[in-house]
């Protein structure tokens, strides 16, 4: 009878699981088609390091160690649940088959079970008596959390208990097992029932028998409605993580005719994988943690935004796979505000510290492409720069008849002039043609090229914005067309090498502009830079000894990866390395101005490049080196703020220029 009430209850159990399987899965039909089939070896690795290998849960230490115990333990202890299902068949049925492996499997067992004890127990108190601060979410997520760890640890002592009765049964009636000998700790608990009849022996075995099966085949079955439905959705999130450029946004195809809004206004406007983000989400906070607008005190929160998108698939994916029209709400405006949207500086850090890959920045721009592309719906700041975009190729309301002034008088060719007889193409971008800091440092690349006997030259007039503003900010169709025209320009003149002092200018070139026709060598001045003097082709004087620490442009850093070659360059004209900040290279704090923030206000909290320059004069730098304008206009305005005027904010190329034996001889370019 137990043998045929346990088949019973396991075969509902199971049924009732995969029923919830299946329904979550056909929820992310309703999700556009997205091919992530490709590159199954590169996947495969990803899998291995990121959901197996637990590596960026353990970026943060003692809570990745804790959560790499439990997701261990558990896939450990699958062989234990197994054995113990294998029980209801027959109570001595086992694994022992496996011979001399079994010894291993089940020590291994013990000792994956009291460390899942301990690691649950520490985050137990981290939620509820240290109370982290990325943890305290709303009251049903703590008790989910609660509920879920609860759980785990009931699987986990009742597996301890069941098998303390049974090595106590054994050892009465004289066996010697592996269970005794193998199981070291539940052999320590064995005692506990030595002083019982063997009918109460057996009883209590039944007791927690059932108890851990019970537990276990609950657990199971409420994790499809939890927020720990990750434990079955985290490692296809992670073998379906995007293989593309950090740095490229998935194109629009503006002239597909079936296309009725652009963007995602609601759930069914994102891909299926945008979906099975929601579903992946553990809630845990990360990515709220080191979110420029989260910890200044915008509305954002990377964490709220992809739970919205899953809550918002539950809610409409049965409707919309019914045939029903909808309910009358949407994702954005029902669950997210304009001002979450807007918020973003598109950094990334919430998309490097999320232990299961999960892509917020990709649904951001969607949601925003929404708005600008179908409602018109944008901060009235954004207005302005679309005009000017529009009309001057540029951001700002400067005439695009005079992008190459700042060259006049100091000797720097012109694509169209030299008949294009150049070998490498500077992109100078809107900043450094229009920005007067900004124009500076034009002119000390230019000068350091020169130096170097390197032959390069400028579009002058006929570069226009790389559209990265446009398209961060959502309005996919004036980033288009600016890229398209730039793409017509550079193939006119034949080029094939790109140098850019711009990382936004940088990462659009190098990584959007393929979809566009335009494939080039795309490469940063402070890699440039770097290949230069490790060549010998510029000849340094003795390095200024100043205090320098260096703010990471988070579009070459976290998009692109370049971190060594701007320090490298610091200890070659400083004489020592950087110093660095708390928050740097991956983990480095955004100056705000990413995502087209650049051109809108900070009305809410905050601002962030007061966070990040706070952060820099902590180290009491001399200078604070950057590679980005975007992040020298922030960084300069934040200097002002805090009235530090003793410390200066240079470029990358300025550094090099002050050390450079004929630089300053050449030419002045202040």
């Given at each position: 009878m137990?043998t045929i009430?346990f088949?019973?209850?396991l ?6 699981f995969?029923q919830?399987?299946?329904r979550?899965?056909?929820y992310?039909?309703?999700g556009k088609?997205e091919?992530?089939n490709?590159a199954p ?7 291995l390091?990121?959901?197996f290998?637990q ?8 809570a990745?160690w ?24 027959g109570?001595?049925?086992?694994f022992?088959f496996?011979g001399p492996?079994?010894g291993p499997?089940?020590?291994l067992?013990?000792l994956?079970g009291?460390l899942?004890i301990l690691?649950?127990i520490?985050?137990?108190i981290?939620?509820?008596?240290a109370h982290?601060?990325r943890l305290?979410?709303?009251?049903h ?8 760890l609860?759980?785990?640890?009931l699987?986990?002592?009742?597996m301890f208990?069941?098998?303390?009765a049974h090595i106590?049964?054994e050892?009465?009636?004289g066996k ?5 000998s193998?199981?070291f700790f539940s052999s320590?608990?064995?005692?506990l029932f030595?002083?019982m009849?063997a009918?109460g ?10 108890t851990?099966v ?21 490692i296809?999130?992670v073998y379906?993580s ?6 490229r946004?998935?194109p629009i195809?503006?002239?597909?005719e ?5 963007g995602a206004g609601?759930?069914e406007?994102?891909t299926w994988k945008?979906?099975?983000d929601?579903y992946?989400?553990t ?6 943690s080191v979110c420029?607008a989260?910890?200044t005190?915008?509305?954002l929160?990377p964490r709220?935004?992809i739970t919205?998108?899953?809550h918002?698939t ?5 409707l919309?796979?019914?045939?029903k029209?909808?309910?009358g709400?949407s ?5 997210i505000t304009e001002e979450?949207l807007w918020s973003?500086t598109?950094?990334r850090?919430c998309m490097?510290?999320c ?10 721009v ?5 708005l600008v ?6 901060p009235?700041?954004?207005?302005a ?5 529009e ?5 700002w309301?400067?005439?695009w008849?005079d992008?190459?002034k700042?060259?006049e008088?100091?000797d ?6 030299v008949?294009?007889?150049?070998d ?13 800091r900004?124009?500076k440092v034009?002119?000390?690349f230019s000068?350091?090229m020169?130096?170097?006997g390197?032959k390069?030259?400028i579009?002058?007039n006929e570069?226009k914005?790389s ?7 959502g309005?996919e169709?004036?980033a288009q067309?600016l890229?398209r025209e730039?793409?017509e320009t550079?193939?006119?003149?034949k080029?094939?090498k790109i140098v850019?002092?711009c990382p ?9 502009y393929?979809?566009f ?5 795309v490469?940063?001045?402070?890699e440039f830079i ?10 340094l004087t003795?390095p200024?000894?100043?205090r320098?620490?260096?703010?990471d442009?988070?579009y070459i850093?976290r ?5 060594d070659?701007p320090r ?6 400083a004489g020592?390395?950087p110093v660095e ?5 991956d983990?480095?704090?955004?100056c705000?101005a990413g995502?087209?923030r650049?051109?809108m206000?900070?009305k809410?909290?905050?601002r962030?490049n007061?966070e990040?320059i ?5 180290t009491k730098?001399d200078?604070?080196?950057s590679?980005c304008?975007?992040?020298?206009t922030?960084?300069?305005?934040g200097v ?7 410390v200066q ?7 090099v220029?002050e050390v ?7 030419v002045?370019?202040?």
């Amino acid at each position: 009878m137990r043998t045929i009430i346990f088949l019973l209850i396991l075969i509902g159990a199971f049924a009732f699981f995969f029923q919830n399987v299946r329904r979550l899965v056909s929820y992310l039909r309703i999700g556009k088609p997205e091919n992530r089939n490709d590159a199954p070896s590169a996947r495969l690795k990803n899998v291995l390091s990121i959901a197996f290998g637990q590596k960026k849960l353990l970026r943060e230490p003692a809570a990745g160690w804790m959560h790499f115990f439990i997701f261990w333990g558990f896939v450990v202890l699958l062989t234990a649940i197994l054995e113990t299902f294998l029980q209801g068949f027959g109570v001595d049925l086992s694994f022992a088959f496996l011979g001399p492996l079994y010894g291993p499997l089940v020590f291994l067992q013990d000792l994956l079970g009291l460390l899942v004890i301990l690691s649950v127990i520490y985050a137990l108190i981290r939620r509820n008596v240290a109370h982290v601060k990325r943890l305290q979410t709303t009251s049903h997520a703590r008790r989910d959390a609660n509920l879920i760890l609860s759980l785990i640890l009931l699987i986990m002592v009742s597996m301890f208990l069941q098998n303390a009765a049974h090595i106590a049964i054994e050892r009465a009636t004289g066996k010697d097992t592996l269970d005794s000998s193998a199981r070291f700790f539940s052999s320590l608990l064995a005692p506990l029932f030595s002083g019982m009849s063997a009918d109460g022996k057996e009883a209590f075995f039944q007791l927690f028998w059932w108890t851990h099966v019970s537990i276990v085949l609950g657990f199971l079955n409420y994790l499809p409605y939890s927020k720990h439905l990750h434990i079955g959705s985290s490692i296809f999130n992670v073998y379906f993580s995007g293989l593309s450029p950090r740095g490229r946004l998935t194109p629009i195809n503006l002239e597909a005719e079936n296309i009725t809004r652009f963007g995602a206004g609601d759930v069914e406007d994102f891909t299926w994988k945008q979906l099975l983000d929601g579903y992946t989400c553990t809630e845990c906070g990360r990515c709220d943690s080191v979110c420029p607008a989260n910890l200044t005190g915008k509305p954002l929160s990377p964490r709220k935004i992809i739970t919205d998108i899953r809550h918002r698939t539950m809610e409409k994916a049965p409707l919309t796979l019914a045939g029903k029209d909808g309910d009358g709400k949407s994702l954005v405006d029902g669950y997210i505000t304009e001002e979450e949207l807007w918020s973003c500086t598109t950094c990334r850090a919430c998309m490097e510290e999320c232990p299961v890959t999960i892509e917020h920045v990709g649904s951001i721009v969607e949601m925003r492409r929404y708005l600008v592309l179908n409602e018109s719906r944008f901060p009235p700041e954004l207005a302005a720069a679309y005009r000017n975009l529009e009309n001057n190729y540029t951001v700002w309301a400067f005439n695009w008849r005079d992008r190459a002034k700042w060259a006049e008088g100091y000797d720097v060719p012109i694509a169209s002039s030299v008949n294009d007889d150049f070998d490498i193409l500077y992109w100078v971008g809107c900043a450094g043609s229009f920005d007067m800091r900004y124009q500076k440092v034009a002119r000390a690349f230019s000068q350091i090229m020169k130096s170097a006997g390197i032959k390069f030259a400028i579009l002058g007039n006929e570069e226009k914005c790389s559209g990265d503003p446009a398209r961060r900010s959502g309005n996919e169709y004036l980033a288009q067309t600016l890229m398209r025209e730039n793409v017509e320009t550079l193939n006119k003149h034949k080029v094939k090498k790109i140098v850019t002092t711009c990382p936004h200018c940088f990462n659009t070139l190098k990584n959007e502009y393929p979809d566009f026709g335009g494939n080039y060598t795309v490469i940063h001045h402070t890699e440039f830079i770097k290949e230069l003097i490790s060549s010998g082709r510029l000849e340094l004087t003795s390095p200024q000894k100043s205090r320098i620490t260096y703010h990471d442009s988070c579009y070459i850093g976290r998009y692109n990866g370049i971190y060594d070659a701007p320090r490298e360059i610091i200890s070659e004209t400083a004489g020592a390395p950087p110093v660095e900040m708390k928050r740097s290279k991956d983990r480095g704090l955004c100056c705000g101005a990413g995502g087209a923030r650049m051109w809108m206000e900070e009305k809410t909290g905050k601002r962030v490049n007061i966070e990040r320059i706070e952060e820099a004069l902590s180290t009491k730098p001399d200078v604070v080196a950057s590679a980005c304008p975007f992040c020298m206009t922030m960084l300069t305005d934040g200097v002002k703020a805090k009235e530090a005027e003793s410390v200066q904010v240079k470029d990358i190329a300025e550094l090099v220029l002050e050390v450079l034996s004929d630089g300053k001889d050449k030419v002045q370019v202040n």
